[in-house]
């Protein structure tokens, strides 16, 4: 599976933006995916993941009931709606994808290239 991120900009904080992330690959319909991030001189984090039909959901406490993560499999395609954003949300966004039927937060074998995030005041 390759994955291409993009989406990525400035924004307000309170602001939005929302982070695309193109798959490709036979077996991108049986993988979870992902999307982490990863603040200057930090490891980088778990922000949110889908399940393989999209049905299912998981988030970081830092950015539940903000973002907001989906899936088209047709289009083979992860998206990741950032809402009320906040200072804190300033980092490079990485999309990743894993053959995996559950929510996993770590252990990603696909990964993306960042995507810049930066929210002002």
């Known amino acids: 599976v390759q994955l291409q991120a993009s989406g990525g900009g400035l924004a307000q904080a309170g602001g939005s933006l929302r982070l695309s992330c193109a798959a490709s690959?036979?077996?991108?319909?049986?993988?979870?995916g992902g999307w982490f991030r990863q603040h200057p001189g930090k490891e980088r984090e778990f922000v949110a993941a889908v399940n393989w039909r999209g049905d299912s959901t998981l988030y970081a406490d830092s950015v539940k009931g903000r973002f907001t993560i989906s899936r088209d499999n047709a289009k083979k395609m992860v998206y990741l709606q950032m809402n009320s954003l906040k200072l804190e949300d300033t980092a490079v966004y990485y999309c990743?994808?894993?053959?995996?039927?559950?929510?996993?937060?770590?252990?990603?074998?696909?990964w993306g290239q960042g995507t810049q995030v930066t929210v002002s005041s």
């Open positions: 990743a994808a894993e053959p995996d039927y559950g929510l996993p937060r770590k252990g990603y074998d696909y």
């Open positions: 690959g036979r077996t991108f319909g049986n993988c979870a």
